[in-house]
Protein backbone atom coordinates (compact mmCIF):
# COMPACT_ATOMS: atom_id res chain seq x y z
CA UNK A 1 0.00 0.00 0.00
CA UNK A 2 1.20 3.34 -1.27
CA UNK A 3 -0.96 5.48 0.80
CA UNK A 4 -0.69 9.08 -0.71
CA UNK A 5 1.36 9.82 -4.29
CA UNK A 6 2.35 12.83 -5.53
CA UNK A 7 3.92 13.83 -9.32
CA UNK A 8 6.13 15.13 -9.74
CA UNK A 9 8.81 15.41 -7.20
CA UNK A 10 10.16 18.51 -8.11
CA UNK A 11 9.59 21.32 -11.35
CA UNK A 12 10.49 24.29 -12.65
CA UNK A 13 8.11 26.21 -14.81
CA UNK A 14 8.38 29.39 -17.02
CA UNK A 15 5.85 31.92 -15.84
CA UNK A 16 2.72 31.70 -17.71
CA UNK A 17 2.79 28.32 -18.25
CA UNK A 18 0.25 25.88 -17.55
CA UNK A 19 0.90 23.11 -14.83
CA UNK A 20 -1.10 20.12 -13.33
CA UNK A 21 -0.20 18.74 -10.00
CA UNK A 22 -1.21 15.26 -9.37
CA UNK A 23 -2.24 13.86 -6.61
CA UNK A 24 -3.62 9.64 -5.94
CA UNK A 25 -4.10 7.55 -3.04
CA UNK A 26 -5.11 3.92 -2.11
CA UNK A 27 -6.99 4.45 0.96
CA UNK A 28 -10.46 4.84 -0.13
CA UNK A 29 -10.40 8.29 1.66
CA UNK A 30 -13.43 10.67 1.19
CA UNK A 31 -12.13 14.03 1.92
CA UNK A 32 -8.83 15.60 -0.01
CA UNK A 33 -6.92 18.29 0.44
CA UNK A 34 -4.52 20.71 -1.32
CA UNK A 35 -1.85 22.73 0.79
CA UNK A 36 1.27 25.29 -0.03
CA UNK A 37 4.22 25.41 2.06
CA UNK A 38 6.29 28.53 2.69
CA UNK A 39 9.11 29.20 4.66
CA UNK A 40 7.63 31.69 7.81
CA UNK A 41 4.10 30.78 6.50
CA UNK A 42 3.41 27.39 7.46
CA UNK A 43 1.22 25.25 5.78
CA UNK A 44 -1.91 27.13 4.39
CA UNK A 45 -5.14 25.19 2.40
CA UNK A 46 -5.74 26.14 -1.29
CA UNK A 47 -8.51 23.79 -2.05
CA UNK A 48 -10.16 20.32 -0.46
CA UNK A 49 -12.89 17.66 -1.48
CA UNK A 50 -14.83 15.75 1.14
CA UNK A 51 -16.15 13.26 -1.28
CA UNK A 52 -15.87 12.55 -5.10
CA UNK A 53 -17.87 14.72 -7.39
CA UNK A 54 -17.09 17.91 -4.49
CA UNK A 55 -14.51 20.80 -3.93
CA UNK A 56 -14.25 23.65 -2.01
CA UNK A 57 -12.18 26.57 -1.49
CA UNK A 58 -9.35 26.97 1.25
CA UNK A 59 -7.46 30.18 2.43
CA UNK A 60 -5.53 30.48 -0.69
CA UNK A 61 -7.75 29.07 -3.62
CA UNK A 62 -7.15 32.16 -5.74
CA UNK A 63 -5.13 30.81 -9.52
CA UNK A 64 -5.64 27.21 -8.53
CA UNK A 65 -8.31 24.85 -9.99
CA UNK A 66 -9.16 21.27 -8.43
CA UNK A 67 -11.59 18.40 -9.93
CA UNK A 68 -12.24 14.92 -8.10
CA UNK A 69 -13.73 13.00 -10.63
CA UNK A 70 -13.45 9.59 -8.42
CA UNK A 71 -12.41 8.83 -4.75
CA UNK A 72 -8.76 8.26 -5.69
CA UNK A 73 -7.50 11.30 -7.27
CA UNK A 74 -7.19 15.09 -6.80
CA UNK A 75 -5.22 17.14 -9.32
CA UNK A 76 -4.11 20.62 -8.81
CA UNK A 77 -3.80 22.79 -11.73
CA UNK A 78 -2.30 26.04 -12.41
CA UNK A 79 -3.87 27.48 -15.47
CA UNK A 80 -0.72 30.52 -15.72
CA UNK A 81 1.90 30.01 -12.98
CA UNK A 82 3.17 33.30 -11.46
CA UNK A 83 6.63 33.43 -9.60
CA UNK A 84 4.49 34.09 -5.98
CA UNK A 85 3.43 29.75 -6.64
CA UNK A 86 6.90 29.15 -6.52
CA UNK A 87 6.29 26.93 -3.00
CA UNK A 88 6.18 23.22 -1.91
CA UNK A 89 2.67 21.52 -2.60
CA UNK A 90 1.60 18.57 -0.16
CA UNK A 91 -1.44 17.02 -0.89
CA UNK A 92 -3.32 15.10 1.57
CA UNK A 93 -6.24 12.91 2.56
CA UNK A 94 -8.39 12.01 5.26
CA UNK A 95 -11.44 8.66 5.64
CA UNK A 96 -14.12 11.94 6.60
CA UNK A 97 -13.97 15.79 8.06
CA UNK A 98 -15.39 15.33 10.95
CA UNK A 99 -14.74 13.60 14.23
CA UNK A 100 -10.99 12.68 15.04
CA UNK A 101 -9.94 12.73 11.55
CA UNK A 102 -6.49 12.39 10.52
CA UNK A 103 -4.74 14.05 7.70
CA UNK A 104 -1.77 11.83 6.01
CA UNK A 105 0.12 13.84 3.59
CA UNK A 106 2.13 13.16 0.34
CA UNK A 107 5.79 12.79 -0.30
CA UNK A 108 5.18 17.15 -2.16
CA UNK A 109 5.98 18.66 -4.94
CA UNK A 110 8.66 21.55 -5.03
CA UNK A 111 7.61 23.47 -7.89
CA UNK A 112 9.79 26.83 -8.91
CA UNK A 113 8.24 29.17 -11.28
CA UNK A 114 10.71 31.23 -13.23
CA UNK B 1 -9.95 34.68 11.71
CA UNK B 2 -7.57 31.89 12.55
CA UNK B 3 -4.77 32.84 15.31
CA UNK B 4 -2.75 29.91 16.23
CA UNK B 5 0.65 31.02 17.95
CA UNK B 6 3.98 28.78 18.36
CA UNK B 7 7.34 29.63 18.96
CA UNK B 8 9.42 29.96 16.23
CA UNK B 9 12.85 27.89 17.37
CA UNK B 10 14.01 26.04 20.36
CA UNK B 11 16.56 23.98 21.27
CA UNK B 12 17.00 21.34 23.71
CA UNK B 13 20.02 18.87 24.57
CA UNK B 14 19.92 15.22 23.89
CA UNK B 15 18.28 12.89 27.15
CA UNK B 16 16.20 16.30 28.50
CA UNK B 17 12.67 16.77 28.05
CA UNK B 18 11.06 20.07 25.67
CA UNK B 19 7.44 21.32 26.09
CA UNK B 20 6.74 23.04 22.95
CA UNK B 21 3.51 25.56 23.53
CA UNK B 22 0.40 26.27 21.18
CA UNK B 23 -2.21 28.78 21.93
CA UNK B 24 -5.02 29.45 19.56
CA UNK B 25 -8.11 31.69 18.60
CA UNK B 26 -10.02 29.92 16.02
CA UNK B 27 -13.82 30.05 14.36
CA UNK B 28 -14.85 27.13 17.03
CA UNK B 29 -13.06 23.97 17.83
CA UNK B 30 -13.34 20.38 16.58
CA UNK B 31 -9.74 19.10 18.28
CA UNK B 32 -5.99 19.78 18.46
CA UNK B 33 -3.26 17.97 16.08
CA UNK B 34 0.41 17.69 16.71
CA UNK B 35 2.50 16.77 13.76
CA UNK B 36 6.02 16.23 13.05
CA UNK B 37 8.18 17.45 9.90
CA UNK B 38 11.65 16.59 9.32
CA UNK B 39 13.22 18.77 6.37
CA UNK B 40 12.14 18.34 3.17
CA UNK B 41 10.02 15.40 4.03
CA UNK B 42 5.99 15.70 4.52
CA UNK B 43 4.24 16.39 8.17
CA UNK B 44 2.91 13.19 9.99
CA UNK B 45 0.64 12.89 12.52
CA UNK B 46 1.85 12.34 16.47
CA UNK B 47 -1.02 13.08 18.31
CA UNK B 48 -4.84 14.48 18.75
CA UNK B 49 -6.74 16.27 21.78
CA UNK B 50 -10.51 16.95 21.86
CA UNK B 51 -11.16 16.71 25.23
CA UNK B 52 -9.15 18.31 27.97
CA UNK B 53 -6.41 16.81 29.73
CA UNK B 54 -3.21 14.74 29.10
CA UNK B 55 -2.70 11.94 25.87
CA UNK B 56 0.41 9.92 26.29
CA UNK B 57 2.05 8.00 23.43
CA UNK B 58 5.27 6.69 24.59
CA UNK B 59 8.04 9.58 24.33
CA UNK B 60 5.57 12.20 23.49
CA UNK B 61 2.81 13.71 25.50
CA UNK B 62 -0.21 16.55 24.46
CA UNK B 63 -1.93 18.52 26.58
CA UNK B 64 -4.97 20.67 26.22
CA UNK B 65 -6.64 22.73 27.35
CA UNK B 66 -10.08 24.64 25.73
CA UNK B 67 -10.77 27.01 27.94
CA UNK B 68 -7.17 28.88 27.75
CA UNK B 69 -7.13 28.15 24.10
CA UNK B 70 -4.01 26.72 25.05
CA UNK B 71 -2.07 22.86 24.35
CA UNK B 72 1.50 21.72 24.43
CA UNK B 73 3.43 18.82 23.31
CA UNK B 74 6.02 17.24 25.65
CA UNK B 75 9.09 15.39 23.95
CA UNK B 76 10.84 13.07 26.84
CA UNK B 77 14.27 11.36 26.70
CA UNK B 78 15.10 13.79 23.27
CA UNK B 79 17.27 11.59 20.74
CA UNK B 80 18.49 13.53 17.91
CA UNK B 81 16.35 12.28 15.10
CA UNK B 82 13.82 14.68 17.54
CA UNK B 83 15.16 17.25 15.23
CA UNK B 84 12.38 18.58 13.38
CA UNK B 85 9.43 20.68 12.95
CA UNK B 86 6.32 20.82 15.21
CA UNK B 87 3.34 21.83 13.71
CA UNK B 88 -0.08 22.32 15.65
CA UNK B 89 -2.72 22.94 14.07
CA UNK B 90 -6.34 23.11 14.92
CA UNK B 91 -9.90 22.18 12.99
CA UNK B 92 -12.44 24.74 13.60
CA UNK B 93 -16.20 24.31 13.24
CA UNK B 94 -16.32 24.12 9.66
CA UNK B 95 -14.23 21.13 9.95
CA UNK B 96 -11.03 23.06 8.33
CA UNK B 97 -7.41 22.42 9.59
CA UNK B 98 -5.73 25.50 10.49
CA UNK B 99 -1.90 25.04 10.86
CA UNK B 100 0.52 27.03 13.12
CA UNK B 101 3.84 28.60 11.32
CA UNK B 102 5.53 25.46 13.12
CA UNK B 103 8.29 25.18 15.85
CA UNK B 104 11.96 24.10 14.79
CA UNK B 105 13.55 21.76 17.18
CA UNK B 106 17.19 21.24 17.35
CA UNK B 107 18.29 18.39 19.55
CA UNK B 108 22.15 18.99 20.29
CA UNK B 109 24.33 16.62 21.93
Known amino acids: IAGITQAPTSQILAAGRRMTLRCTQDMRHNAMYWYRQDLGLGLRLIHY???????GKGEVPDGYSVSRANTDDFPLTLASAVPSQTSVYFC?????????????FGPGTRLTVL | GQNIDQPTEMTATEGAIVQINCTYQTSGFNGLFWYQQHAGEAPTFLSY????GLEEKGRFSSFLSRSKGYSYLLLKELQMKDSASYLC??????????FGKGTSLLVTP
Open chain 2, 89 to 98: AVKDSGYALN
Open chain 1, 49 to 55: SNTAGTT
Open chain 1, 92 to 104: ASSEGPQGADTQY
Open chain 2, 49 to 52: NVLD
